[in-house]
């Protein structure tokens, strides 16, 4: 994340979010979050983990942990489709981390007139969001708050 590049969205007043799919639901992940996102792959178990924590996968040599965004965020267990894929997220705590999702759907750019932060929403649960973005179509999705999407157990 450079901070030429986060100024100059800060300048436009527009994010870009990438649209996934848990179950019914919409989420966006800011792209700046993003390194990669691949197909479903074997996932390794690792013995003694928390039930959030898959597995790990080998991406390209490097070996990588992998959580179920499902569990971590207390929905159904993940049910592996098609259209089911692996993002992998660059976080400050872990470093890159793959998570789990139903479904990647497209890249949209918000304005920040578009957002609503969870402060100004009073909202209580607001564990993983960290705002919620107004489509001009009138879809609402939820922005996930990536600090909180970790491998420690606070779910």
Not at 9 to 31: T, W
Not at 127 to 141: L, M, P
Request: hydrophobic residues 40%; charged residues 30%.
């Amino acid at each position: 994340m450079d901070a030429a590049g986060e100024k100059k969205q800060d300048q436009a007043g527009m994010n870009q979010f990438i649209v996934i799919r848990l179950g019914s639901e919409q989420y966006g992940i800011d792209v700046r979050n993003v390194e990669n996102i691949v197909r479903m792959q074997r996932i390794t178990r690792v013995p003694k983990m928390p039930k959030y924590l898959t597995g790990i996968i080998n991406l390209r040599g490097e070996v990588l942990p992998v959580m179920s965004l499902r569990i971590k965020m207390g929905l159904e267990k993940d049910v592996y489709e098609k259209k089911t894929r692996i993002i992998v997220l660059k976080t400050q705590q872990e470093g890159n981390l793959g998570v789990i999702v139903d479904e990647v759907k497209e890249v949209v750019t918000l304005e920040n007139e578009q957002v609503d932060k969870v402060d100004d929403l009073k909202l209580e649960g607001k564990a993983f969001v960290s705002g919620v973005g107004k489509r001009e179509n009138g879809d609402i999705i939820s922005l996930l708050d990536l600090s909180v999407v970790t491998l420690e157990d606070n779910a």
